[in-house]
């Protein structure tokens, strides 16, 4: 089955990390850009950073330039989201998304979504 699977999400306190992964099953990352994007509640969705297919562009929304990092392994079809100094306003369901070859960060370009993994910045 052709399908992206996020984990890594959880509760975590202001200011604290995770590690978001973004795996891909039933098909090979190495032609897809591979964007994040995350939703709170109530908002609408939001893009929050993006990988070209060879790694070697990356994008990221104002709002987390210089706390977010993102990065991939293709031998391992996987896609990462560094998520650092967290505040409460990150609270969101993350989704991973894939568009072939660049970013574009439009969610009309993705071709495959993942389910997401939420993440709860709460003290």
């Known amino acids: 089955q052709v399908q992206l699977v996020e984990s890594g999400g959880g509760l975590v306190q202001p200011g604290g990390s995770l590690r978001l992964s973004c795996a891909a099953s039933?098909?090979?990352?190495?032609?897809?850009?591979i964007g994040w994007f995350r939703q709170a509640p109530g908002k609408e969705r939001e893009g929050v950073s993006c990988?070209?297919?060879?790694?070697?562009?990356?994008y990221y929304a104002d709002s987390v330039k210089g706390r977010f990092t993102i990065s991939r392994d293709n031998a391992k079809d996987t896609v990462y989201l560094q998520v650092s100094s967290l505040k409460p306003e990150d609270t969101a369901v993350y989704s991973c998304?894939?568009?072939?070859?660049?970013?574009?960060?439009?969610?009309?370009?993705?071709?495959?979504w993942g389910r997401g993994t939420t993440v709860a910045v709460s003290s």
């Open positions: 998304a894939a568009e072939f070859l660049s970013c574009s960060m439009v969610p009309g370009h993705v071709v495959l």
């Open positions: 990988i070209s297919s060879d790694g070697g562009a990356t």
């Open positions: 039933g098909f090979t990352l190495d032609d897809y850009a």
